[in-house]
């Protein structure tokens, strides 16, 4: 039964189709559509604008200021009055005098009074005792020794305790500090006056 309820719908559907029902029913369902055809309204160019109006600009009017310079001519040098075909000479400066040497300087020594030995005082032992002082280049004292003794054991080496104390200037070799030794004699005197 079903079967023929279901070929009956399809027969009448194919039915309504041929017969144009499908087509009255679609007028009957739908309201006709109402088309309205909105013609484009045309914007008009508008011109560009006018161009802004030219300034007139003010003339510039530079004014130089005078200058006046006043130029004296030169005067022409003198004349070549004498011509000569022998070269110039020029003559050589003399060469610098040369430094002369130096020996060793002392600068201090102490009064040797000071340093004489009160025993060799009492003894009666006076005398001159050589000491051979050896300076370096920067006025330091190198070595001391006697050099030619008093023939007194206490005044040399009282006379090695004054060279030590000093302070002395190097000696020079055209011009430039050098290394040397020198003797220095000091003097013991059991009178005022040492050196």
């Known amino acids: ?41 045309k914007v008009e160019d508008k011109p560009p604008p006018p161009p802004p109006p030219e300034l007139e600009r003010p003339q510039v009017q530079v004014v130089a200021p005078e200058i006046t310079i006043n130029l004296t001519p030169d005067t022409p040098p003198p004349p070549i009055q004498q011509v000569t075909t022998q070269p110039v000479i020029s003559t050589p400066h003399p060469p610098a005098p040369p430094v002369p040497d130096t020996t060793i300087k002392p600068l201090s020594i102490p009064n040797p009074e000071d340093l004489y030995p009160s025993s060799a005082k009492q003894a009666g032992q006076e005398g001159v005792v050589k000491v051979k002082v050896c300076i370096d280049e920067a006025s330091k004292i190198a070595s001391v020794s006697v050099g030619e003794s008093s023939g007194y054991p206490l005044l040399d080496d009282a006379g090695v305790r004054v060279a030590k104390g000093g302070r002395f200037k190097a000696a020079t070799k055209g011009g430039k500090p050098m290394s040397s030794c020198a003797n220095l004699p000091i003097r013991f005197s059991l009178k005022k006056g040492g050196l």
């Open 1 to 41: 039964m079903v079967l023929i309820g279901a070929v009956v719908l399809h027969v009448v559907l194919i039915w309504g189709f041929a017969a144009g029902l499908a087509h009255d029913l679609v007028k009957f369902v739908a309201p006709p559509l109402d088309t309205k055809i909105i013609e484009e309204t």
